[in-house]
């Protein structure tokens, strides 16, 4: 978009642009400094009808699109360094751009990531937002996928299901829930994730291997113990509801199968050796943010069991989220 | 687009992440070891019916996509370390897919620049490719276009036009040419840019400020002289035209406004001080780059100025190129 590009840089994004490295986007890229640690990448993109709705507002379209990559970067026990924002929308506007810039600095601001650069890009389609985020570790130290280890202990933090519900009422679907305000926490988990930034280090420090739940927690386990040649079983009794979870599941016990597999937890998974949990339970107290112990890594090949308490396997139709 | 996505990324786009630090795109993040450099962010999307044509053969449309963000590496002075890819489409169709992804393996190999992770989603709108790319620079050698100084000489690689004049063709113009080889060859330039990496050293050691030209020779440059406070002079003659551009100009002379002015050149533009001119244009000729001197950088605010033999300004009703 060159010349409305440049005003709309000028005056929507340049003040989001507080780190030095970006050179207030009047240059070509942008500098990070890495001063000798690892640079850990992630790139997440989310579309207007696809990962968000249309009429959502822009200020959680704006958390959302860095939200879900600051995600990854906490799953990775990383510390972010900064962001570069792709924006391919119709039409300039100014009622939909200047909340989304305010919400973009707010959350930049409060993870501690700014925006280092970016491109704008006029588009006949919907909106789209990609985001490529940056974070720091020591080298080395970045936490992966593959490395779940036989007997570890299976942790998630947060509330799990409850986005699912939540895009399940804003598509009109109703379910259970006569609670006004319970209603509109899941709205509020499916369109404002919160990426758990302050677990990192923990994660860093003790898990052997962890990823962040965006597409269902059964489909990522899948994922995950298949990169690290392991299997896993879940207890269904174990995984963290909300209080508005809770309450759909009384009332609807089969949604059990749909809090496991639905999209846009952005919590994190992790393994974590049994000699290390106590220690990382400390941490995550010390970082406020809640953990739970959902099950255990073992030894096989076989996708991730879900059994009840009664260690009956729960059926699933599918593990995970799907767009197409 | 989670399962039909990971089929996806397996065939098409694991041969591209030859880098360890792609961990073979298992993950939901890369490592990118700096090793005390900086790192060099730049990031630019290209979009289906505005930035390349809907039916622009799919090998063109990945090397473009990615060549578009090398030749930014270049004019920083930066050696590529890798990307990371946004694919937005609306179906996966191997057609299209297959050329593209071994377009893209091809040009990653031949710049020494791969695939470290990415990220694909459905999109009902036209296809879009974002790009980000990284490059190393020793610290703090980046260089930035806010820089250039009163005095030094301007420089640009290759030619310049090509490109408009080859979109003018594309778009049934017509233009001056009868000639199909020429005609093609301007074609060509429009679909495929040639980063200029292998000046990226010698735009390092020598220039004061430099940029790649995207948006049009003369607006480009008037971004660089704005941000250093600076204007410029540009001899019209001593613009490097291609052959075909030259015969195009020959017939039609008015468009010389149109070859400074046009998009998607993907050359160079540096400010060179005087006295390290010699030694650029020597370090240009052993990295098989031809340079050209097309003015000066002087003082003042003005925007730049295109002379003729005679020292008349040239009149410019546009500097750059609009997507709007």
Redesign the interface.
Known sequence: ????EDDLITRYFKPLATAP?A?GL??????????????????????A???FLPDDPPDTVARKALRVNLS??A??G?TPAGF???L?LREVSEAWLAPFARALGEDADQFGCPL????T??????A?I?V?A??RVP?GK?V???TARIGDVLVVSGTIGDATLGLAILKGEGGPLDNDAARAALIERYRVPQPRIALAQAVREHASAA??IS?GLM?DLAKLCD?SGVSAIVQANSVPLSEPGRAWLARDPGAIARLVSGGDDYEILCAVPENRLAAFEAAARSAGVSVSVIGRIVAGKAAPRLVDAGSREIPLQRR?????
């Open positions: 978009m060159p010349s409305g490295g050179l009047t240059d070509d890229a942008a500098i990070l400094q890495a001063g000798g640690d690892d640079v850990v990448v992630t790139t997440d993109a989310i579309v009808g696809v990962h990854d970067l799953a990775k990383a570069v924002l792709t391919a280092l650069g970016g491109d890009v006029s588009t006949p389609g919907p789209m990609s490529t940056f974070g080298r970045m992966r996928r593959s990823m962040d597409d489909g990169v995970s989220y799907s767009h197409f």
